[in-house]
């Protein structure tokens, strides 16, 4: 049977449309809504009309999915706190030096940076105006700061700011990533300038944190190294703030990173074990209904305890849908839960759709339960050990297979020893997750470290190492993948065809593979020549210095003054390789002149020569803060535009701002505007 044949997969697949077209199509809130109550009292009035006439089956449906899809732009419309009167940004203006009195609540602690501690914080009063929204709060860590816990409510004296754009090239947008969690600006304090107001919990969240709080402390007095407490934190406790840029960089590269995301295979595991500790309730007369009470009840504690994250969401989600018909004895379809999952988290929350997590944890179910059958169908053997191996390959590789288009689209690599990891790890996985929690428990009642702490310990210190190993297989991790959105359309595609062709073999089918082959190869082929045709160069943005790119075909021609440390550990030139389809770049010292085309670029430095020139340049670029007469610059060259990068001094930048906007040239700093591009 074909997933697609599914009513309630249709209609959540209609909510979906709905939430996309409410995000990238400006529909007020006020329509959509009156639209949706429309549909819905006609489609109820339809219903009593037509549930007994098949004549008007296909009417019926066709009017129901119009139904979704306006719900959808409507449930985003609502979720959407800007459509609000109340709306902090309706009270103040964003950028304006004005000092507010801005009373808030702390709703998520998000991992620090070296300069600020950083929360998810919820507006609740500007002055004496009550508003709602959320912002990011930027704390300045120093000694006498302690982090604040979840529904600690602040006063603070401050502005509020805009986000920051990417300000290079193919950059991760956090602006973005921050708008798709309903949070439009920031604010940065210290402790000077807050009020503690009071630290009651009043929230399900604020007694979650105070539960993780509780159980880290006591883990805590088992003295862990902070590798092994950090991926505890991550396993037991949804917490992955602590976990350091190396360590997560080697379950990526080992292709396990999502070992460290409870998801799908945690909460499978969690509810087999469930499953067996209750068993016993099923002797006593409604026994199963207890034991479907208490498997959800622990389920969705688990869940809040662990931070309700999009994959959190969807593996409780769907395993509670499971619980509840293999303990009532209700049959089930994986595509029917999947479904119901999607379309509930999808109603409370609209924005859930373009979480990375969330889509990656989608697809690699979907890729499990329809590919593995195939994949272990094929290649099956009549020996039990030898079968119960190849279960576990085959779901790796389907897995892999159903997150490998958009894993390329979002991160640019693939780890070759991905069947490895979890061949290895998976197996094992359930004994540590149950040791853990008999670790947690212990913890929980003061008992001195013993031989279980040591065992637990041991197994979390051995999965660093094994996956540390083969993170350092460099050879098997294909890095710097070039990949765009359309391509990763015309990707699953292709697997679908072949998916559908595997299942059954027909001529039509394979017809359709070919020409999904062709689509693909089509779109990959023009994609790679459209951005090698473009010739550019880009001024990029770095702080205290000076990165200058002319890209010709499918060459980057480099120019510089990173040291070598710092080009090799800096991301923004790999950003924009990868984003442009450049297969080699060669680097060499910043000259004085570029020139593209029939556009000329001059470089200012520190020396500020410039004199005697043969030519009228285009554009100037000032670097290393030159000690020049600007005014003069300008009245001895008719410049299009003025350019200055990062490293320039602040004060500097301020004061020929100033100049070009007396003189009526165009000014672009590259620390406000972002990268400088000359096509």
Known sequence: MKAIDFPIVKLTLCLVIGIILGTYCDISLNFSLIISVCLLLI??????????????HTD?????????????????????QQNFNNYYSKVLKLNNNDLHLIKITIAENLKPNQTFNRYVAKITKVDSVNVIGKILLNFKRDSTHTLFNIDTQLVLKGRLQELYPPLNPHQFDYKAYLNNHDIYAQMYSDSASVIVEHTEMHSVFGYADYVRRKVISKLDNYHFEPNEMAVIKALFLGQRQDISNELRQQYVDAGAIHILAISGLHIGIILIILNHIFGFLKRFKKGYV?????????LWAFAIIAGLSPSVLRAVTMFSVVAIAMNLKRPYNIYNTLAISAFVL???????????????SYLAVIGIVSIQPLLFNAIKTKYWFIN???????????????????????????PGLFFISNVVVIPFLGFILSCGFIVTVLALLNIPYNFLVLLFETLIRWMNQFFNWVSQQDTFIFKNISFTLIMVISCYLLIICITRLLVAFHYKRLIYVLISIMVFQGIYLYTNYSNKANSELVIFHKSRHSVIGKKQDDILLLSHDLDSIKRHSDYIIQNYTVGN??????????????QLNDKTLLVVDSTSVYSNLSFQPDYVLLRQSPKINLNRLLDSLKIKTVVTDGSNYTSYVKRWQQTCLKQNVPFHYTGEKGAFIIK
């Open 346 to 360: 999808l109603l409370f929350n609209p924005m859930l759709l373009f979480e990375i997590g969330f889509q990656l």
């Open 581 to 594: 389809f450049i297969d080699s770049t060669r680097e060499d010292n910043i000259s004085n002149l570029y």
């Open 388 to 414: 119960k191996i190849l279960i576990l390959l085959t779901v790796s590789i389907a897995a892999q297979i159903g997150v490998l288009p958009l894993s390329l689209f979002y991160f640019h690599q693939f």
């Open 43 to 56: 489609l109820f009035v339809s219903y009593f009309i037509s549930r007994h006439s098949l004549k008007r």
């Open 290 to 298: 207890l034991k479907t009470i208490l498997i959800l009840f622990l």
């Open 60 to 80: 019926f449906a066709i009017l129901a999915y119009f139904t979704l899809i306006s719900v959808g732009i409507s449930i985003k419309n609502l979720h959407n």
